[in-house]
């Protein structure tokens, strides 16, 4: 905008309260028009230090984003395939199956297992916090074993 056009439109606002071009603003940069008006316009008007300024600088959102240096995207990582491994002539490595015997979890036989944790925390949890009610309370060396007074195993 040229001064004479700054000072038409400063005046028109003083008589009016509103823009010649209501309710749009002038970008300087793009010439894209942006709606201001009402508070919105006057908050512009205070933060640019007066009308004149604000129709000699203003400077739109999608000018201020433009004239920023764009963000390089990462590169996206591969997923590796775990089960299957291509070799170099394009034949897939299987993993070899073990058929071995099954290992019985038998408490009876191995009650040390239950060291690290109760294995029906549902049961323990259910009860109020008592192992009055499991099945594995015999066998089991958790410490967060515990009986209450009405019915001791």
């Keep these: ?3 004479e056009q700054i000072q038409k439109e400063v005046k028109h606002y003083k008589s ?4 010649t071009s209501h309710p749009y603003l002038s970008c300087t940069v793009t010439g894209e028009k942006v709606m201001a008006f009402g508070p919105m316009l006057k908050k512009k008007i205070e933060r640019h230090g007066g009308l004149e300024n604000l129709l000699k600088i203003f400077v739109s959102r999608k000018a201020k984003s433009a004239s920023k240096p764009q963000k390089v995207s990462k590169p996206k990582k591969v997923k590796k395939a775990f089960l299957l491994e291509k070799t170099e002539d394009q034949r897939y490595d299987i993993p070899v199956f073990k058929n071995e015997p099954r290992t019985s979890l038998s408490l009876r036989e ?3 297992l239950t060291r690290g944790a ?3 925390p549902d049961i323990f949890l259910n009860s109020g916090r008592v192992c009055d009610d499991c099945n594995l309370a015999e066998y089991c060396q958790s410490s967060c074993k515990k009986f209450s007074n009405r019915k001791n195993k």
Aim: charged residues 25%; aromatic residues 8%.
């Design 118 to 120: 109760c294995w029906r």
């Design 110 to 112: 191995h009650p040390e």
């Design 16 to 19: 009016t309260g509103k823009l």
């Design 1 to 3: 905008m040229t001064q």
